[in-house]
Structures are given as C-alpha cells and as structure tokens.
C-alpha cells in the first residue's frame, strides 16, 4: 500500500487542521493505521493509530481531548482532525500502515516498528 498525507500548513495557535492521508494500491481497511510526528531535534513519535476497526484508539497523552483520528474506508483515506492546536504541536506529521498489531492492547499500536508502510511528510507549525 502507498501512502500519500496532505493537509499541513501554518495555523495560529488555538485553531485546527485536517490532515489526510490518502491510501492506493490495497484497501486501507485491511490495515491498522497510525499517525507519527517528529518535532525539530526529536525523536518521531505516535500520535495516534487506530486497529482495522475503530473499535481501538491510541492517543498520546499529548493530544488527548484534542486531536481525532478517523478513517472513511470508501475513500481509502486516513483523517487526523487537529483542533485546539499549540505550538508545541509544531512538527513534521506521518502517516502510516502496519500489516498488523499484535496483541490486543495499545502498545504494539503505539510503537513506529509496528509499521511497514509510510507517507512522506505534512509540515503543521502553529504560532503563538
């Protein structure tokens, strides 16, 4: 599966962003799906991933309460709503796609070595 995110952009802080991420060659259903960011000088980092089914969602502590992952499978596409954002949320933001999530639990989704397939890059810098 390639990926394709889109959506970054420059936003004052307090506002929100959508960021997609948009799936072609194989059925985004078919894959649990994460958002990672890397912030200047750090490491990349989870945001969020969702399993196969939005039954389960991961959510850095973070961005609790103010981001959202979502996926609409007709569209073959990957959401991050973005609201209430803080500059601290400034950062280089990824998609990606596993072939799948052992376990049960949350924490194979939050690790990056759980995914194989990445988009490239979505710049988001918020100002204060």
């Known amino acids: 599966v390639q990926l394709q995110a889109s959506g970054g952009g420059f936003v004052q802080a307090g506002g929100s962003l959508k960021l997609s991420c948009v799936a072609s060659g194989r059925p985004i259903s078919g894959y649990p799906v994460g958002w990672f960011r890397q912030q200047p000088g750090k490491e990349r980092e989870i945001v969020a991933a969702?399993?196969?089914?939005?039954?389960?969602?991961y959510y850095a502590d973070s961005v609790k309460g103010r981001f959202t992952i979502s996926r609409d499978n007709s569209e073959n596409t990957v959401y991050l709503q973005m609201n209430n954002l803080k500059p601290e949320d400034t950062a280089v933001y990824y998609c990606a796609a596993a072939r799948s999530v052992p376990g049960s639990g949350t924490y194979f989704m939050a690790r990056e070595d759980t995914y194989s397939y990445w988009g490239q890059g979505t710049q988001v810098t918020v100002s204060s």
């Open positions: 969702m399993r196969r089914t939005a039954h389960m969602t």
